[in-house]
Structure formats: structure tokens, C-alpha cells
């Protein structure tokens, strides 16, 4: 058993926020993501938020720290776009094994400096968890409508670069590889591949959690599986904890988390977006808001890990955190 499952029996563990939203409140330009290792790279960087491990790491690491002041358990890398397959946008594929060991480094850095400034603070209570994000290319879906049968990519392709992202992550020193925001499964299970194949090859095993992503009111993954298909064909990877993340908002949520409530054998994550977007693509729902809708999941016995994505903030990390604390975790075996 993982130190993080023994925790999960006993308490419901908050996962940090997001941290596009964070970097946006910076207001960085192109120079900011250039710094002056790139200052002369021939393609426009600007967006490219993993590179920031890199050329901001101070800006980083700031984030990390925050959501560990309001309350987090779990802090998550940098790295949601951080392997070859998504870099390459940017002409950056070769930088991909570097941009993740600097981001675990940032969240390193982070969680140290929280438990200098907060003593009392116990260092096995503070996860730091490689986020693997699913790729800008899918296996599951052609992007030629004239041809539906073609495939930008293939699946050692992907399970290669995943390879490559896991062997940083676990190389700089994260504890748990959440592979998250999953809208092609299979995407998800050349991950898992690379994941258990980087364990047989290094003689080492990490705890790996599962989030899928819900994308519409039918209840499917973008690639058009069912919430109750997609837990069964990721039990495989014997994951501590399978669960949805973006997308959706708390309340369009609420179904999808009790169904797999009631469906898996290991834990439970739930981290919705900060509600819907509005017509500038903004985010709206206050942390209390955030917060009052993960607690009623709580309650209800549904969850073990809690947290947020997009448009949610320190904010709402620590309304949540307050929510959920004196409410005991979902019951699962180990």
C-alpha cells in the first residue's frame, strides 16, 4: 500500500486548483516566456505556460506555494503539454525531458519552502503529483473528416513520448503520476503503458491516479465512451484513484461523480472547473459556490479527493479545504 492511500482511508485529500488561471493573473507578454535563454527563438512562445518552468520559475513556484497555503494535499507540475508530441507546436520536442524536471523542481521548491515557513506542517501529508495531460493529437479520432479511418499519430508514438515526460517526472522526484483530463482513452492507456513499462525498466513503482473528462450532457468522453466503459477499461491500470476533472462545472458534475461513486473499487477524485465559462470565457462561480457543491458530494459519500481546474483559484482551494475537513472520506478498499 502507497503512504498516500493509507491518508486517503482516513481523510479526504484536497488537489490544487489550476494553473493556467494563475499564470493569466501575471498578465505575462512574449518576453516573460522567452526570457533570455530564447530570446531569439525563431516561433512565437507565448502560451507556452510548461516553458514558464523554465524561464519563470519564480512565477511557479509562487502558484505551487499559494495553493499549499490554502490548504492543498496535492500539488500538481507544470506539465500538461509537457512531452514532444504537444511541444513540437513550438519547434520545443527536444526540450521536453528538461521542462519537466524544471517543473518538478518549481513545485520542490514549493513544497519546501511551506514546510520551513510552517513547521507543523507534516512533510508526508504534501503530494506532488506529474500531471500528464492528454496530447493535442488522439488515437481514437481522425482529424480529416474526409477520411475517417486516418490517424495523426500512432500509439508507440504516444506511449514514447508519455516514456519520455514519466522518466523526468519521476527522475526530479514527484510522488504520484496523475494522468488527467482524459478525452480519448486510449491516449490514456498509452500512458499507463509507458507508466508501467518505465516501472518494469527502472524497478521502481509510483501511485498512479485517473481523471477523465465528461464533455457534454450525454455523459461521454469526446471520443464516445460512456462514464461506466470508461472505468472498466481503465482498471488495468490499478490505479489509487479514478475520477473527472474539467470541462464541466460543479452541478453538470454531480451526476458523473456519484455514478463512479458507486462503480469504482479504489478512491474517488472530483476537481470540476469553477462552473461554466461566460461569453468572454471567463470563469464566474464564486469559492463559495465551488465549495458548497464539493461538500455536498462529501457528504454524500462519494469522494476522497477534492479540488478544482480551470477558473478556479487559491480562493477557492481554501473554501474548499474548509468544506470538506471535518467530513470523513468515501469508504474503498485497498
Given at each position: 500500500?502507497?503512504?498516500?492511500?493509507?491518508?486517503?482511508?482516513?481523510?479526504?485529500?484536497?488537489?490544487?486548483?489550476?494553473?493556467?488561471?494563475?499564470?493569466?493573473?501575471?498578465?505575462?507578454?512574449?518576453?516573460?516566456?522567452?526570457?533570455?535563454?530564447?530570446?531569439?527563438?525563431h516561433?512565437?512562445?507565448?502560451?507556452?505556460?510548461?516553458?514558464?518552468s523554465?524561464?519563470?520559475?519564480?512565477?511557479?513556484?509562487?502558484?505551487?506555494?499559494?495553493?499549499?497555503?490554502?490548504?492543498?494535499?496535492?500539488?500538481e507540475?507544470?506539465?500538461?503539454?509537457?512531452?514532444?508530441?504537444?511541444?513540437?507546436?513550438?519547434?520545443?520536442?527536444?526540450?521536453?525531458?528538461?521542462?519537466?524536471?524544471?517543473?518538478?523542481?518549481?513545485?520542490?521548491?514549493?513544497?519546501?519552502?511551506?514546510?520551513?515557513?510552517?513547521?507543523?506542517?507534516?512533510?508526508?501529508?504534501?503530494?506532488i503529483?506529474?500531471?500528464?495531460?492528454?496530447?493535442?493529437?488522439?488515437?481514437?479520432?481522425?482529424?480529416?473528416?474526409?477520411?475517417?479511418?486516418?490517424?495523426?499519430i500512432?500509439?508507440?508514438?504516444?506511449?514514447?513520448?508519455?516514456?519520455?515526460?514519466?522518466?523526468?517526472?519521476?527522475?526530479?522526484?514527484?510522488?504520484?503520476?496523475?494522468?488527467?483530463?482524459?478525452?480519448?482513452?486510449?491516449?490514456?492507456?498509452?500512458?499507463?503503458f509507458?507508466?508501467?513499462?518505465?516501472?518494469?525498466?527502472?524497478?521502481?513503482?509510483?501511485?498512479?491516479?485517473?481523471?477523465?473528462?465528461i464533455?457534454?450532457?450525454?455523459?461521454?468522453t469526446?471520443?464516445?465512451?460512456?462514464?461506466?466503459?470508461?472505468?472498466?477499461?481503465?482498471?488495468?491500470?490499478?490505479?489509487?484513484?479514478?475520477?473527472?476533472?474539467?470541462?464541466?462545472?460543479?452541478?453538470?458534475?454531480?451526476?458523473?461523480?456519484?455514478?463512479?461513486s458507486?462503480?469504482?473499487?479504489?478512491?474517488?477524485?472530483?476537481?470540476?472547473?469553477?462552473?461554466?465559462?461566460?461569453?468572454?470565457?471567463?470563469?464566474?462561480?464564486?469559492?463559495?459556490?465551488?465549495a458548497?457543491?464539493?461538500?455536498?458530494?462529501?457528504?454524500?459519500?462519494?469522494?476522497?479527493?477534492?479540488?478544482g481546474?480551470?477558473g478556479?483559484?487559491?480562493?477557492?482551494?481554501?473554501?474548499?479545504?474548509?468544506?470538506?475537513?471535518?467530513?470523513?472520506p468515501?469508504?474503498?478498499h485497498?
Open positions: 500500500m502507497f503512504k498516500i492511500q493509507q491518508l486517503l482511508q482516513r481523510q479526504i485529500l484536497v488537489l490544487d486548483g489550476a494553473m493556467g488561471t494563475m499564470i493569466q493573473r501575471y498578465k505575462l507578454e512574449e518576453t516573460d516566456y522567452r526570457g533570455s535563454r530564447f530570446k531569439e527563438w516561433k512565437d512562445i507565448k502560451g507556452n505556460n510548461d516553458l514558464l523554465i524561464t519563470r520559475p519564480d512565477i511557479i513556484t509562487d502558484i505551487h506555494y499559494q495553493y499549499l497555503e490554502a490548504g492543498a494535499h496535492i500539488i507540475t507544470n506539465t500538461f503539454n509537457a512531452q514532444r508530441v504537444s511541444m513540437a507546436d513550438y519547434d520545443m520536442q527536444e526540450l521536453a525531458h528538461e521542462i519537466n524536471l524544471a517543473a518538478v523542481q518549481c513545485a520542490v521548491t514549493a513544497r519546501k519552502r511551506f514546510l520551513e515557513q510552517h513547521p507543523g506542517s507534516a512533510p508526508d501529508t504534501i503530494f503529483a506529474g500531471a500528464i495531460g492528454p496530447m493535442n493529437k488522439t488515437l481514437s479520432l481522425s482529424p480529416d473528416v474526409n477520411n475517417p479511418g486516418y490517424r495523426a500512432t500509439f508507440d508514438e504516444v506511449a514514447e513520448a508519455y516514456y519520455e515526460q514519466i522518466d523526468a517526472l519521476v527522475k526530479g522526484g514527484v510522488d504520484i503520476l496523475l494522468i488527467e483530463t482524459i478525452f480519448d482513452t486510449l491516449n490514456a492507456k498509452a500512458a499507463v509507458a507508466a508501467r513499462k518505465y516501472f518494469e525498466d527502472h524497478q521502481t513503482e509510483l501511485p498512479i491516479m485517473i481523471s477523465g473528462t464533455t457534454d450532457a450525454s455523459g461521454r469526446l471520443s464516445g465512451q460512456v462514464l461506466e466503459a470508461f472505468y472498466i477499461s481503465m482498471e488495468h491500470a490499478r490505479p489509487i484513484s479514478i475520477g473527472f476533472n474539467c470541462a464541466l462545472g460543479g452541478i453538470e458534475m454531480k451526476p458523473h461523480i456519484q455514478e463512479i458507486d462503480l469504482a473499487t479504489c478512491a474517488v477524485s472530483a476537481y470540476p472547473n469553477a462552473g461554466l465559462p461566460n461569453a468572454l470565457g471567463a470563469y464566474d462561480e464564486t469559492p463559495e459556490i465551488t458548497g457543491l464539493i461538500k455536498e458530494w462529501a457528504e454524500k459519500g462519494w469522494v476522497n479527493i477534492v479540488g481546474c480551470c478556479t483559484t487559491p480562493d477557492h482551494i481554501r473554501s474548499i479545504a474548509a468544506a470538506v475537513k471535518a467530513i470523513p468515501r469508504p474503498f485497498v
